[in-house]
């Protein structure tokens, strides 16, 4: 009688020199393409920040430069930071922006027209202002009174802000959204507004109003794509291989094992045959 037949273990058979051999491959393809792929993040990472640093060290330039009367706001001109000569509006002309937050504490931006040295309008009679943020206050009382006289003042450029908004009693509105201002104020507007951040006298920054600092520098998320796109790539490929290395893997372990208890079938049913006795052949006679 054959004793009972043991199904061959998985790791038995992963243990084969020609599965360890696929293994070795495998875990040497994974190490590689997980290790080019971290380095080309690390290559994106570093074009972002050279970008960053770039736009950070912009030298600041004159108004003109960047930005003209009737122009469209374009990528040149987002964060510039540039300087322009004029004067500004009247008080009343200035207007209180809710929702703005410093350093965690909402308040409003005081924004108010700057009308620029020499320049025009598109129909060469309004004169030309460029929205201003003066500064950030908790409150929006009484319109802080807007200096006489020139000023000169350095902005960091900003585009227009988007969403709807109309103007309260209290000259507060929303948004900076330079394409409704227009028609709310006596001038032709520059198709973005700068942040303040430095002018000349030193009392034009307004009492009460505390300085408010540009958003940082941000880098196009163009700005070494094609690193990113290779380290997902590269990731992909390291994936790949080890879903081949399982399924390999599996077919080899499967096929063996049938082949293994395929043969032992056969050498059962071998030992089945030898262990039958030999019948007597009926009718013979015993002498």
Not at 42 to 47: E, F, L, N, P, S
Not at 94 to 111: F, I, K, M, P, T
Not at 145 to 153: D, H, M, Q, Y
Not at 256 to 280: I, K, N, V, Y
Request: proline share 7%; no cysteine; glycine share 10%.
């Amino acid at each position: 009688m054959s004793s009972p037949r043991r199904t061959p273990g998985t790791l038995r058979l992963a243990l084969q020199p020609k599965l360890i051999g696929l293994a070795v491959f495998a875990a040497a393809a994974v190490l590689l393409t997980a290790t080019m792929g971290v380095w080309q993040l690390g290559v994106y990472d570093t074009r972002q920040a050279d970008e960053r640093a770039d736009r950070a060290d912009m030298p600041t330039v004159a108004l003109s430069q960047v930005l003209s009367p009737g122009e469209p706001f374009t990528a040149t001109a987002n964060r510039r930071p540039v300087t322009a000569m004029g004067r500004y509006a009247p008080t009343a002309q200035q207007l209180w922006v809710s929702g703005r937050e410093l350093d965690g504490r909402a308040g409003y931006w005081l924004v108010a027209p700057f009308v620029v040295d020499d320049q025009r309008g598109t129909d060469g009679n309004r004169e030309r202002a460029l929205l201003v943020v003066r500064g950030w206050s908790a409150d929006n009382g009484e319109l802080p009174a807007a200096t006489a006289g020139r000023v000169s003042l350095r902005a960091m450029l900003q585009p227009g802000e988007s969403a709807a908004g109309g103007i309260g009693a209290d000259r507060t509105t929303a948004t900076i959204r330079i394409p409704f201002l227009i028609n709310e104020l006596p001038y032709d507007l520059y198709s973005g507004y700068g942040i303040v951040t430095a002018q000349e006298p030193a009392d034009a920054a307004g009492v009460g109003l505390e300085p408010v600092a540009p958003p940082p520098v941000e880098a196009s998320w163009t700005s070494g794509l094609r690193n990113l796109a290779y380290a997902i790539q590269w990731w992909v490929f390291g994936a790949f291989a080890g879903f081949m290395w399982w399924r390999m893997s599996r077919d080899v372990i499967a096929a063996d094992r049938a082949a293994l208890m395929s043969a032992g079938d056969s050498r059962d049913a071998g030992a089945s045959e030898q262990e039958t006795p030999a019948q007597e052949v009926p009718g013979a006679l015993s002498r």
